[in-house]
C-alpha cells in the first residue's frame, strides 16, 4: 500500500511520454536545448536531423543535435535532457570534439547529442 503512490506517479508519468506522437517529442527536444543553449551561452549549429523506422508495432525516431558551448554548459545540457526527457527520449550517443577556428585561433567545445524515441503502434 505504502507504494500505490508511487506507483501512480510513474505510471503517468510514462502514459504522459507515450501519449504524443513522435513529431512533438521531437519539437519539445528542440525547444528545451534551444531555450537552454540561449540561457547558458551556447549555440545550437545544427538544425536537428532525424531518421524513422517503422515495423508492424514500433516506430523509432532518432534526432541528432549539435550543440557548441562551453564544457560545463554542454554536460548540464546533458544531464538536463536525460532528466526531463528520461522516458520519452533516451539519449543514445553523447559525443564532445573541438574545431579550431583559424580567424580566431581559439578552439571551439561542440557536443553531437542522438536521442531515439521509441512509440507502440495500435493493432489493428
Known amino acids: 500500500e505504502t507504494e500505490i503512490p508511487f506507483l501512480k506517479s510513474k505510471m503517468a508519468l510514462i502514459e504522459e511520454a507515450y501519449s504524443n506522437d513522435s513529431i512533438s517529442i521531437r519539437d519539445k527536444l528542440t525547444a528545451f536545448i534551444s531555450d537552454f543553449a540561449d540561457g ?22 532518432t534526432n541528432t543535435f549539435t550543440i557548441k558551448g562551453r564544457f560545463n554548459e554542454l554536460v548540464s545540457l546533458l544531464i538536463a535532457i536525460e532528466g526531463k526527457f528520461k522516458v520519452s527520449a533516451k539519449v543514445m550517443s553523447a559525443r564532445f570534439y573541438s574545431i579550431k577556428d583559424m580567424q580566431t585561433k581559439r578552439k571551439n567545445l561542440y557536443l553531437t547529442l542522438v536521442t531515439q524515441s521509441f512509440n507502440q503502434q495500435e493493432s489493428k
Not at 536537428?48 to 508495432?57: A, I, L, R
Open 40 to 61: 547558458n551561452g551556447c549555440v545550437v549549429t545544427e538544425i536537428p536531423s532525424f531518421s524513422t523506422y517503422k515495423s508492424d508495432n514500433l516506430n523509432i525516431q
